[in-house]
């Protein structure tokens, strides 16, 4: 029986993981797509529909649904016979529908680690506080559960994997590099939900180094790096999901995520930020009312999903590798190139949505496969990149390799 | 009989213009302070006390009063035997009060122009929209009412007509420069009440050019000028009070303000300003509760009389004047430098509110010794500047002019 599919989410992501189940859903059974807002979830069946992106005939059906509620979505699960859960929600409900699929026995895909929303920036490695605790329960109960099958995390863990087994005798460091060469035309915009995205930047900067975890402050170090397509583009060292698992499953001595931001946004951020105007702690103002400044930062900022229609440009996101081969050292940069103009156009998201819902996606057709079907927890890299990169290049994600003057795909 | 004073204000401007009729009351009766928070002015009174400030023993009372409250104003001119009204209020009063003095027969003095609080910079000249409607009406009362006696409005107005008196034949232009070089070592703050300080850079820029009205955006034009003691600053055109009333009453073709702002203050407010942090209109957060940008923005600022104690450095305020003399051309620059901490020493408040208040208190004095006591609204470059000059001289205002290498006192 072919497997049933359910997304839990309604946002930019979900969207394209959506569309790309639908026109490869010759590898699915029922598609289920749910959320708080259940007309979210309608507005994405209805753009499936009118961009006529189903491969063959199905059902898709949308839900109402709060992620953090266990039994509601083991009900959701067992009344859809649903077999592969796609987590693209926001990132506190991770660990209630991780719950709900080791007790339902359906397999487990998300896009980022789970987070509490009353802490930002825990210690490392953050899966250890969370999703790896679970991972003897899900080797018991036979669950394929991946995590991070996003981008970033995600394609860049798999490159990561890719190089230490085909390309190097012993790799010295991998530097992965995010860069949104992309404009939306606005003087300043968060691509995903700023209280969700500002979380990311105010906290401590964790970096694997030398074997071990090393401390900075956000904004602290900065370096350019010129890349294939996007050219020479400023980037800042970031704390960030995949190193917390890579800095575990792979014998790198240095393992670092970089960060691109134009000197506009940071110059925002940091008025911003050094103000107060991104606190969530409630100020007073001189009439007595109690605001949290970040919510009314939200408010006057523009809405992300509003930015897509208008959106161009490309996104460059890969790993530079280095270490030694046959005796002689050896760099490699594996990557992806994404327009967003081209995102849109094809599944109604900007590229950022883009490159991490196409993602999902395969990781769920390749559990559909077989393929990555594995009964256990994994990360990204303890699975076999090849299928997953291969795939990824017919479904609109082709990875590329520069190797000195020669840039080629993979 | 000496003249009774009444202090309109609870602000560090009050609180300067309290302490200077103090150390001159001599000349005054009793001193009143009120303000709407009657803590504010007992606070002034504990100053006064706890420095020395009375030159003669005299009394000091404190009154609750809403400026805006015509009859209470009466009352209180009436109660006390008031003479000479300073009024250092919040800029929405003016009308009020005045009309209380006129009514009363007690002479006015403010600092600043009439503002209504519903509009944002409205057309020129401004005093015509507000206090210059009540110049026949004071005329006939036969009451003294100085318009804008601060440094700027005020001592530059005096700088401005002593220059067309004694220096010149003709003026061609004058250019009025207002730099604050002193710091109060916070990330950002206003030197007084966020709101008030705002609004004057949220709207038009009315500038006197070729003996016309010219009109400019805010941080549109800069100009850097190499000032005494401060060295060079950079500099914006500014819409401000005195060029209102100066291009009526001189004959001088070209007349503008320039305000010094740092590239740091200028980014800030460029940030706030442009995202639509300094709004006055509400707006709605995902929460749905209904809030003010701009009140935010004030809550999480610095309280200004919180910078007083480690306010450092000097402000440097002039006239740049040029035109012709004995048929030569001819430039003087007539100008004050004051000293943030010097102030704070003296008077508890910084160099801001001592340039604003000292001369209203000399306004004050000249009346009360008969010599600006003309029974009629002026402006100041409509009174004799000599002996305002002079006094502010002796005072802790000293003017100096500097013309070509010399530069000396007045």
């Given amino acids: ?23 490869n859903n010759d590898l699915f059974g029922n598609i289920h797509i749910a959320s708080r807002t259940v007309a979210k979830c309608d507005a994405i069946v209805e753009s499936i529909k009118s961009k006529g992106a189903l491969k063959i005939p199905a059902e898709i059906a949308t839900h109402s649904l709060d992620g953090t509620d266990v039994e509601a979505t083991k009900s959701l699960i067992r009344a859809g016979e649903i077999a592969i859960v ?24 998300d896009t980022a680690i789970h987070e509490d929303p009353l802490k930002i920036c825990e210690t490392p490695p953050w899966y250890g506080n969370y999703e790896w605790q679970r991972r003897e329960l899900c080797k018991e109960a036979g669950i394929t559960a991946i995590l991070g099958a996003g981008f970033d995390p995600g394609v860049v863990n798999a ?19 995010d860069v949104n060469a992309g404009s939306h035309g606005r003087y300043f915009a968060t691509n995903f939900d700023p209280e969700t995205n500002f979380r990311e930047f105010t906290g401590r900067v964790w970096s694997w180094q030398n074997r071990e975890w090393t401390k900075n402050k956000m ?41 691109g931001f134009g000197d506009h946004y940071v110059n925002v951020f940091t008025v911003l930020n050094t103000l107060g105007l991104l606190s969530e702690q409630p100020v007073k103002t001189a009439e007595g009312l109690e605001v949290v400044p970040l919510k009314v930062v939200k408010a006057i900022l523009p809405d992300p999903s509003s930015l897509a229609p208008d959106y161009e440009g490309k996104t460059c996101i890969g790993d530079l590798v280095k270490g030694e081969k046959d005796g002689k050292p050896r760099e490699v940069f594996i990557y992806n190139v994404a327009d967003h103009k081209e995102a ?30 594995v009964k256990v927890m994994a990360n990204v890299e303890e699975l076999p990149p090849r299928p997953f990169l ?14 000195g003057d020669v840039d080629q795909a993979l």
């Fill in 1 to 23: 029986m072919k497997k049933n599919v359910l997304i839990i989410g309604g946002g930019g992501v979900a969207q394209v993981v959506a569309h790309k189940c639908a026109q």
């Fill in 86 to 109: 796609i987590n693209v929600g926001a990132p506190f409900i991770n660990m209630s529908v991780l719950q709900a699929c080791i007790e339902t026995g359906a397999a487990y895909i």
């Fill in 159 to 177: 490159y990561a994997k890719l190089a230490v087994d085909d390309y190097f005798d012993r790799v010295d460091s991998i530097d992965i590099i």
């Fill in 219 to 259: 904004f602290e170090i900065r370096r350019e790096w010129d890349l294939p397509v996007v050219g020479v583009r400023p980037t800042y060292l970031t704390g960030h999901d995949e190193i917390h698992s890579l800095s575990r499953n792979l014998d790198v001595p240095d393992i670092r995520f970089w960060m």
């Fill in 344 to 373: 849109y156009e094809e599944v109604g998201s900007q590229g950022i949505s883009y490159t991490a819902g196409v993602p999902a996606a395969a990781a769920a057709m390749l559990i559909a496969t077989g393929e990555w079907d």
């Fill in 390 to 403: 291969d795939l990824l290049g017919r479904i609109g994600l082709p990875t590329r390799v520069r190797e």
